[in-house]
């Protein structure tokens, strides 16, 4: 991926989550649900989620219920062939088998294979500091991957390392 893609402000036609349980932030019970979650110390954790919070409630996403194994394959089977997709996860996959880790891949692979863009962002594995996440890229057409950075684990910071 070149640098100069990252200075391109993209359109973004939807949003999308998939979670078991997925929790409505737009409303005030939601919103205290998911902040009960940061430990009381973190200060700074609490008023990202609060500054993400405030700007979801202005263009909220689309939330859908279930398992993101079973679910997204049919969503990416009906994603506009002309337009980019992304699809990303920053740690779900650490509480995923690894059967359930090779059919995300199988999902990515087969509606990669129809020639639309797409791109997987995934957090994986810590940098040697143990400070933060690698963050990697793969995309299709082409199933290419690269490394593209480290992330705090909670979001405080991202760091690029793009060639």
Not at 12 to 32: F, H, S
Not at 82 to 103: C, K, N, S
Not at 118 to 127: C, E, K, N, Q, Y
Request: glycine share 8%; proline share 7%; hydrophobic share 45%.
């Amino acid at each position: 991926m070149p640098p100069s893609t990252l200075g391109r402000a993209p359109v973004v036609r939807r949003r999308l989550g998939i979670d078991r349980a997925p929790i409505d932030v737009t409303t005030d019970e939601g919103a205290r649900l998911l902040q009960c979650f940061v430990w009381a110390d973190q200060r700074d954790r609490l008023a990202r989620l609060r500054a993400a919070i405030a700007e979801l409630r202005r263009d909220p996403p689309e939330l859908v219920q279930g398992d993101f194994l079973e679910r997204l394959p049919a969503i990416l089977a009906e994603r506009t062939a002309d337009l980019p997709t992304i699809v990303f996860q920053t740690a779900v996959l650490a509480y995923v088998a690894d059967e359930g880790r090779a059919r995300l891949r199988a999902a990515l692979d087969e509606a990669g294979a129809s020639g639309a863009p797409l791109a997987f962002v995934s957090t994986g594995r810590p940098r040697e500091d143990g400070e933060s996440w690698g963050l990697r890229l793969t995309y299709w057409p082409g199933h290419e991957r690269e490394f593209v950075g480290h992330a705090d684990y909670h979001g405080a910071w991202l760091d690029w390392e793009l060639a």
